[in-house]
T-cell receptor, first 118, second 111 residues
């Protein structure tokens, strides 16, 4: 069973361009979570999605950031008009079930996409 | 609001030493706690997952303990090796779907 896959692994953008980060969850997982790791900081939750639904986007910046998890295909984190402060590692995680009510399951993390904004 | 703190922020030890990394959290009502390893520029490798009902977990030279009442977890690494050099992250699952991460301990094991 392949793990969580993210692509690209590295992405370079100039200020003002758009960044699209993709996440393919583990097979059988229908819950996806995005986290951001700024330089020298811990990972911070951004958004939680199920297929075709955004459940919680409380950690997402209000502007320029959006996420989707369509019925078919990977989850996409989209950053419009990137700025230097968006440079970070973006991690995706997935789980087979909602983990809010059980301690028996966990989130499985992908390798991350490192975004550099010039 | 759950907050996770890791001390020390950085640690440098000679090869062969046994060492302890600390993680503290402010809300003891947790579901589980997980220790990760992160190599520079790489993703997260899950090391140990401790459920709230457990006191410790072991894997090879690693042992993680959990004391919910005091809001602490420790990761013990026995007989450290240069290959153990990495950043170690502690993450807490508090009953929502979010993991709350500490800022990590950067470990360097000198040959």
């Amino acid at each position: 069973n392949a793990g969580v896959m993210q692509n690209p692994r590295h992405l370079v953008r100039r200020r003002g361009q758009e960044a699209r980060l993709r996440c393919s969850p583990m097979k059988g997982h229908s819950h996806v979570y995005w986290y951001r790791q700024l330089p020298e900081e811990g990972l911070k939750f951004m958004v939680y999605l199920q297929k075709e639904n955004i459940i919680d986007e409380s950690g997402m910046p209000k502007e320029r950031f959006s996420a989707e998890f369509p019925k078919e295909g990977p989850s996409i984190l989209r950053i419009q008009q990137v700025v230097r402060g968006d440079s970070a590692a973006y991690f995706c995680a997935s789980s087979p079930i909602f983990i809010g009510t059980t301690s028996q399951e966990t989130q499985y993390f992908g390798p991350g996409t490192r975004l550099l904004v010039l | 609001k759950q907050e996770v703190t890791q001390i020390p922020a950085a640690l440098s030890v000679p090869e062969g030493e046994n060492l302890v990394l600390n993680c503290s959290f402010t809300d003891s009502a947790i579901y589980n706690l997980q220790w990760f390893r992160q190599d520079p520029g790489k993703g997260l490798t899950s090391l140990l997952l401790i459920q709230s009902s457990q006191r410790e977990q072991t894997s090879g030279r690693l042992n993680a303990s959990l004391d919910k009442s005091s809001g602490r977890s420790t990761l013990y690494i026995a007989a450290s090796q240069p290959g153990d050099s990495a950043t170690y992250l502690c993450a807490v699952h508090s009953g929502t779907y979010k993991y709350i991460f500490g800022t990590g301990t950067r470990l360097k094991v000198l040959a």
